[in-house]
């Protein structure tokens, strides 16, 4: 998924933070800036949503900022690994010695 968006350069949503939103009286080239980073946002937590399994996007906290989903992301994975690690472990101190 991280080189789809690479290729499309749509990871620096993954990377900055997103801007402050223009005001009303900003310059053009500030609020073509923030419109081009929400599709960008936006075509990212598409991809991002669309990549996984229906369980999987359950178990993730909804976002509408990619950095923050794609964070929440990265912290389940995390999660999913620890408990995979405690339970093979068990399963290792369990098995009988031959």
């Known amino acids: 998924m991280q080189i789809s968006l690479g290729f ?3 990871d620096v949503v993954l990377k900055e933070d997103p801007p402050q939103e223009p005001a009303a009286d900003a310059s053009a080239e500030v609020k073509a800036k923030y419109a081009k980073w929400e599709k960008t946002n936006c075509m990212t937590m598409l991809i991002m949503q ?3 399994s229906s369980s999987m996007k359950g178990s993730i906290p ?3 900022n990619a950095k923050q989903y794609y964070e929440s992301i990265a912290e389940r994975f995390k999660e999913s690994k620890k408990a ?3 339970t093979l ?3 290792l101190n369990e098995m009988p010695l031959p």
């Open 8 to 10: 499309l350069d749509y």
């Open 50 to 52: 669309r990549s996984m």
């Open 62 to 64: 909804k976002s509408e």
């Open 84 to 86: 995979l690690k405690s």
């Open 89 to 91: 472990l068990n399963q």
